[in-house]
């Protein structure tokens, strides 16, 4: 059973960083393609951020480009968000997925919240 664990959502304000994180175990990690996706209330699920297993090369969706920068440890089968300029169009649970985004396994998610 695929387990995604995702941990770091806070409370920041508007113009802040934050980092998210996401331990991925009971796969080879190392082999699979990552996504983060994010949710707000009564919205749709919308893919965030990508990267490839080796983690060469990565891909932005939206707003996100410019702002966040995925990354992964393959060897701590970890997988991270880093997130600048925090904006009130970024307030969702963020999700890591495995593999693709719209139906790929994928962690129970942790709240990001912008305010000031």
């Known amino acids: 059973q695929v387990q995604l664990v995702e941990s770091g959502g806070d409370l920041v304000r508007p113009g802040g960083s934050l980092t998210l994180s996401c331990a991925a175990s009971?796969?080879?990690?190392?082999?699979?393609?990552m996504n983060w996706v994010r949710q707000a209330p009564g919205k749709e699920m919308e893919l965030v951020a990508g990267?490839?297993?080796?983690?060469?090369?990565?891909t932005y969706r939206g707003s996100a480009r410019g702002r966040f920068t995925i990354s992964r440890d393959n060897a701590k089968h970890m997988l991270y968000l880093q997130m600048n300029n925090q904006t009130s169009e970024d307030p969702a649970i963020y999700h890591c997925?495995?593999?693709?985004?719209?139906?790929?396994?994928r962690g129970p998610g942790t709240q990001v919240t912008v305010s000031s």
């Open positions: 997925v495995k593999d693709i985004w719209r139906t790929g396994d």
């Open positions: 990267i490839t297993s080796d983690g060469s090369t990565t």
């Open positions: 009971r796969f080879a990690f190392s082999r699979r393609y």
